[in-house]
């Protein structure tokens, strides 16, 4: 691997951050919290380290698929380190574990968060919060393609390192094209549901803060409460549609704008995403009725709906205590964790084009029991899948359960109970946000053990990058020439 490449794009990103954290600053001024020396200083580190690397780290080679999932893993870690430095010098957040925690989460679009007291933090503080889903949701590296051009040189390598789903779709020929399309419809998206929630009654600030979450499928609120505070079926309704439109492939969005309506209509994960929402959320509603939670219909499909749109979409906001609904109700929840939202989304999990092509391939092999001369290929739509993209997606799956089984047994060593500790690990490596138990949706992870949120931070990188990003580091053969 070509370190001297790796070290110098790093540091073309650090260079980037150090840009982003002065977005802040406006904040800070308007609303005079106090805060802007830290971001100020926050930028100034940045930008000395990124421009040490880029400078003394030069290299004419080209980038191969090896420094793209070392670039993409370590600088994410790297705008972890670096974006918890306001937390730490304004002393909102005085230990470094816990201000990489809430950074790592920011940047991995996982909301769960350590903070107890969220409305106390200097308004500054909770737009960078917001403003760390936003960049992270369609990806940092992605937007690096659009802006930088040096970062054009085997540009594809970083796309596919870093957009989730099982195949990265280009829709351009040329790689910073695709990224500047894909961010054109995430701005587009940001900006339509801003001004929705300010029709709602939102100040512009939170409207801004709210929509970089709910695009970013983030979760990150700037009240204690999150969405509930503000007790709007209004509201409750402009985020529960935007999180269902962050859990669609963007691709899908860009196709819609350029009027390909059959496009849509045809795309098959797009449809079984849809009838998962629908059914899941027709049976939480029969439970939630038939155990009296809520006493009216529209209250009970109000709720309802945001939940599971929440959880399957890994946004994790809240609008009510989902660990007080019927124990079917929370298994159906949980199942939703797993899942996550559709293949190039900014949505978490599994990815419904996984689980939907795990459930296809063993129709075909119970078919071919049955007919073992039969020739029965496994399609997605109409398209036959490579039988590599097969593999990928069992390897994937056999990864994301035998993960999930190590971190739930260490965070079992931490001291956690069963519930708690399996429903932190399954929320931050699916970036959800809230678990259950002393996790759960009107709970944080301050509590959490040091050793725990350790093993968190790593599920979230692991869970943002899609496992195969970052396991790949491991191996001793990756760093060989």
């Known amino acids: 691997m070509n370190l001297i490449l790796t070290l110098r794009i790093l540091g073309a990103l650090l260079i980037y951050l150090s840009g982003t954290l002065l977005a802040p600053l406006p904040f800070s001024i308007y609303y005079s919290d106090g805060v802007w020396l830290s971001f100020l200083l926050s930028a100034l580190i940045c930008f000395s380290v990124g421009g040490l ?30 974006g918890a430095l306001p937390y730490l010098l304004s002393g909102a957040i005085p230990s470094p574990l816990d201000a990489i925690f809430e950074t790592m989460s920011g940047f991995t679009t996982t909301g769960s968060t350590i903070l107890t007291e969220i409305e106390s933090l200097p308004q500054s503080l909770l737009f960078w919060r917001a403003l760390t889903h936003w960049l992270g949701g369609m990806g940092i590296i992605v937007l690096s393609l659009a802006i930088l051009p040096m970062l054009g040189v085997g540009g594809m390598q970083l796309f596919k390192a870093e957009v989730p789903g099982p195949t990265a779709d280009r829709l351009r020929p040329r790689i910073q094209d695709t990224a500047k399309l894909l961010w054109g419809v995430y701005l587009l998206l940001t900006a339509l549901e801003t001004l929705l929630l300010m029709l709602g009654g939102m100040s512009f600030f939170d409207a801004v803060c709210h929509s970089f979450a709910t695009l970013a499928t983030g979760g990150f609120s700037t009240r204690n409460a999150s969405v509930a505070a503000y007790d709007s079926a209004y509201i409750d309704g402009v985020i529960t549609i935007f999180m269902i439109l962050a859990g669609v492939n963007f691709t899908l969005h860009f196709q819609l704008l350029r009027g390909r309506l059959n496009e849509v209509h045809r795309n098959e994960e797009f449809r079984c995403y849809l ?73 978490g999990g599994m990815k419904v084009a996984r689980i939907l092509l795990l459930f296809k391939h063993a129709q075909v092999q119970l078919f071919r029991l049955i007919h073992p001369r039969a020739i029965r290929l496994v399609k997605l739509g109409n398209r036959p899948v490579d039988k590599e993209v097969l593999q990928s997606i069992l390897g994937f799956f056999a990864l994301f359960i035998g993960v999930f089984v190590l971190a739930s047994l260490l965070m079992a060593a931490s001291g956690m109970d069963l519930i708690s500790g399996g429903a932190a690990v399954v929320a931050c490596l699916a970036n959800i946000g809230p678990g259950l138990g002393t996790v759960g949706p009107v709970d944080n992870f301050a509590a959490v053990p040091a050793f725990g949120k350790s093993v968190l931070i790593f599920c979230m990188l692991m869970g943002r990058l899609e496992l195969f990003t970052v396991l790949v580091l491991f191996f001793p053969s990756f760093w060989r020439k």
């Open 53 to 82: 690397l880029f400078r003394c780290c030069r290299s004419d080679k080209e980038l191969s698929v090896r420094e793209g999932f070392a670039v993409v893993t370590f600088g994410w870690t790297f705008f972890a380190l670096f």
């Open 275 to 347: 009838g998962i929402i629908f059914f899941t959320t027709l049976i939480i509603m029969l439970f939630n009725w038939s155990g009296e939670t809520y006493q009216s219909l529209g209250e009970n499909l109000r709720f309802s709906t945001f939940q599971v749109a929440s959880i399957i979409t890994t946004t994790g906001f809240g609008t009510a205590d989902y660990e007080t609904w019927p124990v079917l109700a929370q298994y159906l929840l949980v199942m939703l964790m797993f899942i996550g939202g559709c293949a190039g989304s900014t949505g």
